[in-house]
């Protein structure tokens, strides 16, 4: 009797799993897959499946490489299928390439629909022939040797100037941007933290729309062109301790709902502060980050 319960019980729980599986929204992609090899400048299809997603809803289609957005492929109508499209002239040859599928405007926020594929190739003739020209320039480039000039050494160099010039050099180390690649740039906060260590989270503020965005950290990319989700994606950075730090927030498009707005998070550990970002085509939000 023990023996039947269990085999019921086991058999109630497996069904009642399955139907929760299938009350989830879910995307497979066909098409691309692992036996794939697209050819640049040929145009590519796609082809999909989708389980508790209606027809009328659209899906959002991104090719990545390295998982790093290369080219939004656009958002579809979700009816399991699109041809014509066109792939960016300057994407490379390479076999490392995925596209990532994303559920617009899911009913249930907290499962969002997203496939990944597995790992497919590109090729690209005359983007790997201009790729091979441009590293024959430059290995045919001869550097002109600067001819030597014994210029006599100025005596008794006042010390005044030595410090004035470390001095100045100290002050300017730390820059606070106006601009950044023709967008104004405004400074909301500024933060101190213990370490120079930090972990900074981000992830959509309010709808998910297809923001796509970076962030800067003294000019220099730390975070390339990710699809923000409602989901924390960690990133951990090293501040600069001998100065203010500036980090900001670059928008690549509008999403459906501009301007791109960005929750963040920034943690050195122990202290955890978080802001929301915002940024168009024409502005970037940024913050000012130093050390103790």
């Known amino acids: 009797m023990r023996k039947i319960h269990f085999i019921f019980l086991s058999a109630f729980m497996f069904f009642s799993t399955l139907g929760y599986a299938q009350d989830v929204a879910t995307i497979e992609i066909i098409s691309p897959n692992e036996n794939t090899a697209w050819n640049i400048p040929d145009k590519i299809t796609l082809q999909w499946n989708t389980i508790k997603i209606d027809t009328s809803k659209s899906i959002r289609f991104f090719l990545v490489r390295n998982e790093m957005v290369v080219q939004e492929l656009g958002s579809f109508k979700n009816d399991g299928f699109e041809d014509g499209i066109e792939l960016a002239k300057n994407i490379g040859s390479g076999n490392r390439y995925q ?132 989901w924390k994606k960690e990133f951990k950075i090293k501040l600069d301790p001998t100065k203010s730090n500036d980090l900001f927030l670059y928008a690549h498009n509008l999403g459906d709902s501009p301007p791109n707005t960005v929750s963040v998070e920034i943690s050195d550990g122990k202290k955890s502060e978080n802001i929301v970002l915002n940024s168009d085509l024409q502005s970037c939000e940024a913050v000012l980050i130093s050390v103790k």
């Open 99 to 230: 596209v990532v599928a994303i559920e617009l405007f899911p009913d249930d926020k907290f499962n969002i629909a997203k496939k990944v594929t597995p790992f497919f190739s590109i090729t690209n003739a005359a983007s790997d022939e201009r790729k091979k020209k441009q590293q024959l320039a430059n290995a045919n480039v001869v550097t002109p040797k600067k001819k030597s000039k014994n210029k006599p050494k100025k005596q008794n160099a006042p010390v005044k100037t030595a410090v004035a010039q470390s001095k100045n050099k100290t002050e300017n180390k730390t820059e606070i941007r106006d601009s950044f690649d023709g967008r104004k740039i405004s400074y909301t906060k500024e933060f101190e933290f213990d370490s120079e260590n930090i972990i900074i989270k981000i992830w959509d503020h309010g709808r998910q729309d297809g923001d796509i965005v970076s962030i800067y950290l003294n000019g220099v990319q730390v975070i390339k062109k990710y699809y923000l989700t409602y």
